[in-house]
């Protein structure tokens, strides 16, 4: 069982930026894809960002691309940052990271079988 912990969400105003950290447990698989997904009241489940451990390729929802990326730490691998930049209201959601060993799933969130408890982002204007 791989845990993961977001933490970094609050509360910004609009222009702002922020930073969310995804933390997860030691585990083993050689390849894996670690994403980003957002859910806001009445909306459906978002992808926002994903990473692919194995050539640390990215891709991004078009809502966020050129305002939000997605890094992993090299020094703490089991540690993954979505820096947002250009905060707008329309990205208020409660943000969530999750871990799939199948690649090609992102933007559907469907294969990806371990999730975070999330973390509230709350953009004001």
């Known amino acids: 069982q791989v845990q993961l912990v977001e933490s970094g969400g609050g509360s910004v105003q609009a222009g702002g930026s922020s930073r969310l950290s995804c933390t997860t447990s030691?585990?083993?698989?050689?390849?894996?894809?670690l994403g980003w997904f957002r859910q806001a009241p009445g909306k459906d489940r978002e992808g926002v960002a994903a990473?692919?451990?194995?050539?640390?390729?990215?891709?991004y929802a078009n809502s966020v691309a050129g305002r939000f990326t997605i890094s992993r730490d090299s020094a703490k691998i089991t540690t993954v940052y979505l820096e947002m930049n250009n905060l707008k209201s329309e990205d208020t959601a409660m943000y969530y990271c999750a871990l799939t060993i199948w690649p090609g799933y992102f933007p559907d969130s469907s294969g990806y079988i371990y999730w975070g408890q999330g973390t509230q982002v709350t953009v004001s204007s």
């Open positions: 990473i692919y451990t194995g050539g640390g390729i990215t891709d």
């Open positions: 030691s585990y083993t698989y050689s390849s894996d894809v």
